[in-house]
């Protein structure tokens, strides 16, 4: 998508808001968009089927509830350990790479540049998601695979309340931002705004709350059926 570039302060020319933002090195991506986003998909879709094959392969018995989590789970794998890990390690040069990962990164923050100036928020908030969250996410695709129910749900909890922690976090310190000092960090298009900062994140503000509820009624289960069999056992 074109997009009308603004120089900053440091004669570096890029597309992002605020426009007197400074991006350092900043290249324009050299590969159409939907060959990015594409090759991003395919990556996403090969390591989601693997995991998926995997598990299906070591306990043929999984259900079909069962494999719709794992595949959320090898998904948020995938995206903390490699894509948000990309930027964790790389994000004071991505800005001028061109490789898939920067290209993708330099995408998204046309709906927020925080990602292209170093913000010290989205640094930490990643950084705690690529060391933590990724790997209790692929944790998680193991416990369920291997039907380790107890641990299972310890780690799904976990991981749950991190994303909703997390998506409250990004969303509200943008809002906060934006209202009482009047910076945008996104471009005013509608697809910037609404498609990639609040739709592509909208997810993680929604199905952690499901997988929080299956959990929850999982735990009252086991809970109210060892209180019946205490109750048979005292004669009650």
């Known amino acids: 998508m074109s997009s009308t570039p603004y120089s900053t302060l440091d004669g570096v020319s890029h597309p992002y808001y605020p426009t007197d ?32 094959a995997a598990s299906k392969h070591v306990n043929p018995k999984l259900q079909r509830s069962d494999l719709a989590v794992i595949s959320w789970f090898a998904l948020c794998g995938f995206l903390h350990l490699f894509f948000e890990g990309y930027f964790v390690l ?3 040069v991505m800005a001028g790479s061109q490789d898939l990962f920067a290209q993708l990164w ?14 010290p928020f989205m640094i930490w908030i990643e950084t705690l ?17 291997a039907e380790q129910n107890a641990p299972r749900h310890i780690t799904q ?3 749950c309340i991190g994303h909703l922690y997390g998506v409250a976090l990004y969303y509200g310190t ?14 005013p298009e509608w697809v910037y705004y609404w498609g990639y900062y609040a739709g592509m994140n909208a997810p993680w503000g929604v199905v952690p709350l499901l997988l929080l509820w299956q959990s929850a009624g999982e735990i009252k289960r086991v809970f ?13």
């Open 157 to 159: 909890i976990v991981v």
């Open 224 to 236: 109210g059926r060892a209180e019946r069999e205490e109750r048979v056992k005292k004669g009650l």
């Open 174 to 187: 943008c809002h906060y931002i934006e209202k009482y000092q009047g910076l945008r960090y996104s471009r």
């Open 129 to 145: 998601t690529f060391l933590i969250w990724g790997p209790l996410s692929l944790l998680t695709v193991y416990l369920i695979t």
């Open 21 to 52: 933002a400074t991006v350092p090195f900043y290249a324009a991506n050299t590969t159409p968009l939907l060959a990015i986003l594409f090759s991003f998909a395919g990556l996403i879709a090969g390591f989601v089927f693997t995991c998926l």
């Open 90 to 92: 790389n994000h004071k």
């Open 106 to 119: 330099k995408e998204y923050g046309l709906s927020d540049s925080r990602y292209l100036t170093a913000d």
